[in-house]
């Protein structure tokens, strides 16, 4: 399995990106799919997920602003970020696990099975 993540820059504040995250070997219609992000000295959390059954949850400093999506014919995970702020600064990480069946299971980083390398996403005031 292999997930390969793109689309990320540097932006000034209010501004856009939309991160892409492609899967090999993995059918991303039959996973929960998420996004993370890692800024440095803090711990990895979530961002958004897109569980099998195509519910979404997000993390409540993203609400509004972000979106995620998947194009099943393509194998490929989105993540629309508008409204960027400073704060959004981090690495990007696309992931995979088996259904989330709690809120717990969306955003808890230890619980999730398949990794991407990450995408850089800088926010400038």
């Known amino acids: 399995v292999q997930l390969v993540e793109s689309g990320g820059g540097s932006v000034q504040a209010g501004g856009s990106l939309r991160l892409s995250c492609a899967a090999s070997?993995?059918?991303?219609?039959?996973?929960?799919m998420g996004w993370f992000r890692q800024a440095p000295g803090k711990d990895r959390g979530g961002v958004a997920a897109?569980?099998?059954?195509?519910?979404?949850r997000y993390a409540d400093s993203v609400k509004g602003r972000f979106t995620i999506s998947r194009d099943n014919a393509k194998n490929t995970l989105y993540l629309q970020m508008n409204s960027l702020k400073p704060e959004d600064t981090a690495m990007y990480y696309c992931?995979?696990?088996?259904?989330?069946?709690?809120?717990?299971?969306?955003?808890?980083?230890?619980?999730?099975?398949?990794w991407g390398q990450g995408t850089q996403v800088t926010v400038s005031s």
């Open positions: 992931a995979a696990r088996g259904r989330c069946w709690t809120y717990a299971d969306y955003f808890a980083p230890s619980d999730w099975t398949y």
């Open positions: 070997k993995l059918n991303t219609r039959n996973y929960c």
């Open positions: 897109i569980n099998d059954d195509d519910s979404i």
